[in-house]
């Protein structure tokens, strides 16, 4: 039943964003996008959106850990007609938590950057889930804390920070911060202590970032449950029985997300560009 209600949908979904190119193309410009868990999930499927709503001589700079994926995006994309009509595709296999993975993809973003470009975007998507098996009290082992909130916050951080170092302000470039946000970031969820926190901090870090950097425009993207390897980690490893039971009755029920319904709901955000910059905006406040 989900099934075939979930395809009439998604053959709807594919319309509107048929829609939105003719409509809006030229509207996030010619843009250097930098999208960080580009190999799978959400990631992947805003680098797919991005492709298609940007003007012939962007470049789209794709990271994550696992190469083959991202090579294999990246043959997608070149291959796509954006890529015949001249974007440019780079694939960086990067660790986000570790100095090097993010020296890594600056450097890519800066030999992807030329003068035409007029909108640098960066989607600070690569995320962990951390250990949802345990309890917050078990959690004694600071190495092991350090460890996710380095990959999970100070990486977005860092990589926040040097993307708008990289390319100051100046007349006729637009920059976007986007922050792949969660409910986690304002409700909490037991046994997932780690998660909840990481996502809490990120969304305030860039409320800070949006008082500070009036020219940037910042956005906390909630995305919903999507039907990804994370939420299939969220149902077999919580803890805590009656969270679990909510992520399994959500699947269950085909009350899920597709990561394409919701990324076209991040792209009329971005088209559109009215939301307060440094907002949590929710997938189903749209
Ligand atoms: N799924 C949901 O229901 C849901 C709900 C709300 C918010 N979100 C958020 O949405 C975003 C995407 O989640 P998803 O569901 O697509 O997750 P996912 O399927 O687990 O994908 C996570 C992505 O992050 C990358 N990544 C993980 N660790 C990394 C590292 N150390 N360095 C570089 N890249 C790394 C992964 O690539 P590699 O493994 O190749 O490195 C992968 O591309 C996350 O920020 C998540 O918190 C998800």
Wanted: charged content about 25%.
């Amino acid at each position: 039943m989900w099934s075939s209600s979930g395809l009439k949908f998604e053959a709807s979904l594919t319309f509107v964003c048929q829609i939105n190119v003719t409509v809006y193309e030229t509207l996030l410009g010619r843009v250097l996008c930098i999208i960080t868990g580009a190999s799978r999930g959400f990631g992947r499927t805003v680098a797919r959106e991005v492709s298609r709503l940007v003007k012939p001589g962007s470049a789209i700079v794709l990271a994550a850990r696992s190469g083959d994926d991202l090579r294999a995006l990246r043959t997608e994309l070149t291959e796509s007609e954006a890529g015949r009509a001249g974007l440019r595709v780079e694939s960086v296999v990067a660790d986000v938590g570790q100095t090097e993975g993010l020296d890594g993809i600056i450097g890519a973003a800066k030999e992807a950057f030329t003068e035409e470009v007029d909108h640098v975007i960066l989607v600070n998507n690569a995320a962990s889930l951390g250990d949802v098996s345990r309890f917050t009290t078990s959690f004694t082992d600071l190495a092991e804390v350090d460890a996710y909130l380095s990959l999970n916050v100070s990486s977005c951080l860092c990589l926040t920070a040097r993307t708008l170092r990289t390319f100051p302000q100046r007349p006729g470039l637009r920059r976007t911060v986007v922050n792949i946000s969660s409910l986690c970031a304002l409700k909490p969820f037991s046994s997932w202590a780690l998660y909840c926190t990481g996502k809490a901090a990120r969304d305030m870090m860039f409320k800070v970032l949006a008082l500070e950097e009036p020219d940037v425009r910042v956005l906390s993207y909630s995305p919903g449950p999507l039907d990804t390897a994370m939420q299939e980690e969220a149902r077999s490893r919580t803890a805590d029985p009656s969270i679990r039971k909510l992520f399994c009755d959500h699947f269950s029920e085909g009350k899920l997300l597709t990561c394409e319904a919701s990324c076209a709901k991040l792209m009329k955000l971005l088209l559109e560009d009215g939301y307060a910059s440094g907002a949590h905006v929710d997938v189903y406040d749209l």
